[in-house]
């Protein structure tokens, strides 16, 4: 059974880092991109960034490039997010996305269940 | 960016209506789009791939069609459990982008 679990809830200062996780299991980690989306009130769902663990290549929305980072560690099959700088307008449910296959561009078939960020002062 | 735009933004139906939702991108992206559906306080999950085909386990009241830019979801005798938001997403082409949500109210 596929399943990506997510690291818990987190409430930080802005200009504090951060790094949110997805453990993955069930299938091949090394075969499949993975994807991180936001989601706010206001601008909906964001596609981030994605990466691939297989040879580590990554494609970066504009809206984020710069502002976060991916990575993944393959012998735990965990992908995170990074943040070295937090602001209030990273407030978000963040979710880690599996890419469906690995040839090509694709939609996501399985998702985490997403992580509250709250930055606050 | 390729911009999606979905209508409408709310939909009050019924028990059995049969509903649609429309989406559409600011540029040709063949059959790569996806819909999803999403409750409150819970993940997206994928209803239709490829503008068309329907995800593994999806009640086959729901079906997708279009190409190019403009899209369909439609779901054919509604069911209480169906009352959720539903989104659109492209994956032509980086950055993958979603529609903005339809909220189907009873």
């Known amino acids: 059974e596929v399943q990506l679990v997510q690291s818990g809830a987190e409430l930080k200062k802005p200009g504090e880092s951060l790094r949110i996780s997805c453990q993955t299991s069930g299938y091949n980690f090394t075969r499949h991109w993975v994807a991180w989306v936001r989601q706010t009130p206001g601008k909906g769902l964001e596609w981030m960034g994605i990466f691939y663990p297989g040879d580590s290549d990554s494609r970066f929305s504009p809206s984020f490039r710069g502002r976060v980072t991916i990575s993944v560690d393959k012998s735990i099959t965990t992908a995170y997010l990074h943040w070295n700088s937090l602001t209030s307008s990273d407030s978000a449910i963040y979710y880690c996305?599996?890419?469906?296959?690995?040839?090509?561009?694709?939609?996501?078939?399985?998702w985490g269940q997403g992580t509250l960020v709250t930055v606050s002062s | 960016d390729i911009q999606m735009t979905q209508s409408p933004s709310s939909l009050s139906a019924s028990v059995g209506d049969r509903v649609t939702i429309t989406c559409r991108a600011s540029?040709?992206?063949?059959?790569?789009l996806a819909w999803y559906q999403q409750k409150p306080g819970k993940a997206p999950r994928v209803l239709i791939y490829e503008a068309s085909s329907l995800e593994s386990g999806v009640p086959s009241r729901f079906s997708g069609s279009g190409s190019g830019t403009e899209f369909t979801l439609t779901i054919s005798g509604l069911q209480p459990d169906d009352f959720a938001t539903y989104y659109c997403q492209q994956f032509n082409s980086y950055p993958y982008t979603f529609g903005q949500g339809t909220k189907l109210e009873i």
């Open positions: 540029q040709r992206i063949s059959k790569w």
């Open positions: 996305a599996r890419q469906a296959r690995n040839v090509g561009p694709d939609y996501f078939d399985f």
